[in-house]
Nanobody, 120 residues
């Protein structure tokens, strides 16, 4: 499984961005997907996950109500819609994939990351 994240950039506080993660192969519909982020000098942290059938989503508390994870299995793509962005959301965002069917998922496949910078 190869993952390619995109959509990062520079945005002002309060703005929005949508990240995309395209997956290779024909197994995407069987994958549980997740987004993580890592800010400079900090450890990687969980952002959100979505089950293979989109029926289950989980979010970190600080992202609830602002971020939305979704997927399009026909396009082999998972999205992260980020609204009301704050400077503390600045980080490299990574998508990840897991063949686990039940949460919590163990992620074995990672994309290369896309930089999100939120200016104050």
């Amino acid at each position: 499984v190869q993952l390619q994240a995109s959509g990062g950039g520079l945005v002002q506080a309060g703005g929005s961005l949508r990240l995309s993660c395209a997956a290779s192969g024909r197994t995407f519909s069987r994958l549980s997907m997740g987004w993580f982020r890592q800010a400079p000098g900090k450890e990687r942290e969980f952002v959100a996950t979505i089950s293979w059938g989109s029926d289950s989503t989980y979010y970190a508390d600080s992202m609830k109500g602002r971020f939305t994870i979704s997927r399009d299995n026909a396009k082999n793509t998972v999205y992260l819609q980020m609204n009301s962005l704050k400077p503390e959301d600045t980080a490299v965002y990574y998508c990840a994939a897991s063949f686990d069917m039940y949460y919590p998922y163990e992620f074995h496949y990672w994309g290369q990351g896309t930089q999100v910078t939120v200016s104050s």
